[in-house]
């Protein structure tokens, strides 16, 4: 009974080497459905035979005649797929950050156009307080920079009024 199906599975395995030979001689599309349709084997069969199908993936990838492959792979199919679904949520993202933007453009339209809200001028006068407080930054290290030297200048005055009282008596 072994011996049988020993047979049995090496003519399978004759009957899908002569149908991958003649989808590559024919130029025919190479898909493991077709080959166990034409070789009349079940899938199963193939995909339990792991050389059988390693060979049938290698020609479905092996360039015909013409230059183009006999089929799409699966693999490949799957990258497509990832790439599309990756440039997808990249463009969900970009969409909703123009709508985004897009709607506070439109806002902040409607805000200045109700009356609502600060007067056009505003951007003028905070600008305007952003100079003067920086000026007054910058006066107020001048001040103390003065005041430092103004104490130097009275600390000498005591030193020189002091040596002269002491050279007097």
């Not at 034409?38 to 199963?44: E, P």
């Not at 003067?132 to 005591?158: F, I, K, P």
């Given at each position: 009974m072994a011996e049988g199906k020993r047979a049995d599975s090496a003519r399978r395995r004759e009957r899908v080497l002569k149908a991958l030979d003649a989808a590559l001689r024919g130029g025919e599309d190479i898909t493991v459905s077709?080959?166990?349709?034409?070789?009349?084997?079940?899938?199963?069969f193939l995909y339990r035979h792991r050389d059988l199908l390693e060979r049938i993936h290698a020609a479905a990838r092996t360039p015909t005649e013409d230059g183009r492959t006999a089929a799409?792979?699966?693999?490949?199919l799957q990258t497509d797929l990832a790439n599309a679904l990756a440039r997808n949520t990249r463009l969900a993202v970009r969409v909703q950050v123009l709508e985004r933007r897009l709607s506070e453009a439109l806002g902040q339209g409607v805000w200045e156009e109700s009356g609502l809200g600060a007067p056009t001028?505003?951007?003028?006068?905070?600008?305007?307080?952003?100079?003067?407080?920086?000026?007054?930054?910058?006066?107020?290290?001048?001040?103390?920079?003065?005041?430092?030297?103004?104490?130097?200048?009275?600390?000498?005055?005591?030193?020189?009024?002091?040596?002269?009282?002491?050279?007097?008596?």
């Open positions: 077709g080959l166990a349709r034409a070789a009349r084997v079940d899938r199963t799409v792979s699966r693999a490949s001028d505003i951007d003028q006068l905070q600008r305007r307080i952003t100079f003067l407080e920086q000026h007054v930054a910058e006066l107020e290290g001048q001040l103390e920079e003065r005041t430092d030297e103004l104490e130097a200048a009275r600390a000498a005055n005591r030193e020189l009024t002091r040596s002269l009282n002491l050279s007097i008596t």
